[in-house]
């Protein structure tokens, strides 16, 4: 299984980013699919996810700017975000587990496969 995140960048505060996740080695839609952020010296938190039947949650910190989807035809996950704060800096990851239940979906070690990361940097 491999996850690849891509999209990051540098924007501006209010600027807009679209990350992607490219899934390969896995049957896509029986997977979860979480984003997470994790920005220096401080721990990797949940973000958002989708789940196999397109439900999505987000973290109350980006609950209207953030949006999370996923096609399964193309093996993708994405994470839109929109108006972007210099506290949305952080290296985003996207992760994927097939048995993700409902009492771990925002914490990390619910999800077995990870991406590599990519840099997401909002300046001021």
């Known amino acids: 299984v491999q996850l690849q995140a891509s999209g990051g960048g540098l924007v501006q505060a209010g600027d807009s980013l679209r990350l992607s996740c490219a899934a390969s080695?896995?049957?896509?839609?029986?997977?979860?699919l979480g984003w997470f952020r994790q920005a220096p010296g401080k721990e990797r938190e949940f973000v958002a996810t989708?789940?196999?039947?397109?439900?999505?949650k987000y973290a109350n910190s980006v609950e209207g700017r953030f949006t999370v989807s996923r096609d399964n035809a193309k093996n993708t996950g994405t994470l839109q975000m929109n108006s972007l704060k210099p506290e949305d800096t952080a290296v985003y990851y996207c992760?994927?587990?097939?048995?993700?239940?409902?009492?771990?979906?925002?914490?990390?070690?619910?999800?077995?496969?990870w991406g590599q990361g990519t840099q997401v940097t909002v300046s001021s």
């Open positions: 080695g896995l049957t896509f839609s029986s997977y979860a």
């Open positions: 989708v789940s196999r039947s397109g439900s999505t």
């Open positions: 992760a994927a587990d097939p048995q993700i239940i409902i009492s771990t979906l925002r914490n990390p070690s619910g999800y077995r496969y």
